[in-house]
């Protein structure tokens, strides 16, 4: 048997391909994501220091199991979309960055509520909260 010690060289590892990967992976990346968001309706829960303050600076829409509007707890005299937008534009004057909370019936027509929605939307209202309740155990 003959036995020759041969150095072994180690193996060299080239990452250069790797790397040359991982940087056109980011490139692809980068290009393809959309970094705008867009939203027709934003939902924002207003913060506040007291319970006062914040119910001074809001507009309460409230929906009964009939469909009915109620603004501020003032029923508005139909049901149309449009008095309800005339009654929101009334309420809130110019300025559109008021809170809205939406208050809905469980039992409500889901038209009702679509039409509330479109209506702050049209209005140019941005900042919207759906009021809830926790369930009971």
Known sequence: MNFRNRRVEDPDINITPLIDIVFLLLIFFMVSTTFKQEFEVGID??????????VNKT???TIDAKGR????QQQLVNTQGDTLRRALAKVAGNDRSLPVILSADAN?????????LDA???????RLTFATQQESK
């Open 108 to 116: 409500t027509p889901h038209q009702a509520v679509i039409t509330a």
């Open 69 to 72: 509007y109620f603004i501020n």
């Open 120 to 126: 702050t939307r049209q209005l140019g209202f941005s």
């Open 59 to 61: 507009i309460e829409i």
């Open 45 to 54: 829960l207003p913060e506040a220091s007291s319970e006062a303050r914040l």
